[in-house]
């Protein structure tokens, strides 16, 4: 595995991300796909130049803490709206 694959994987999220704006689950996925990406990259370089795991393991706390915010968010707008559409929200 290259870096220029994990790289087409990161632009190929983002434009999901930016196409896919109808549910929100949607979106969850596409920017988890977005940070197994920067993982991969991350774990690449750390491997790469023989540094220390600890970088890859703070940047995987903080992408762990962003999904479990993403589906409480995901599951309290269910509960009070009844469906994930972003269009029901009242955003902009």
Known sequence: MNFLFFLFMFVFSLISMIYIRNHILLCLLSLEFLVLSLLCMIMLICL????????????????VCEGVLGLSILVSL?????NDYLNSIMLW
Do not use: D
């Open 48 to 63: 790469m130049s023989n540094y220390t795991f600890y970088l890859y393991i703070y940047f995987m706390t903080f992408y």
């Open 78 to 82: 269910i509960r009070s709206h009844g």
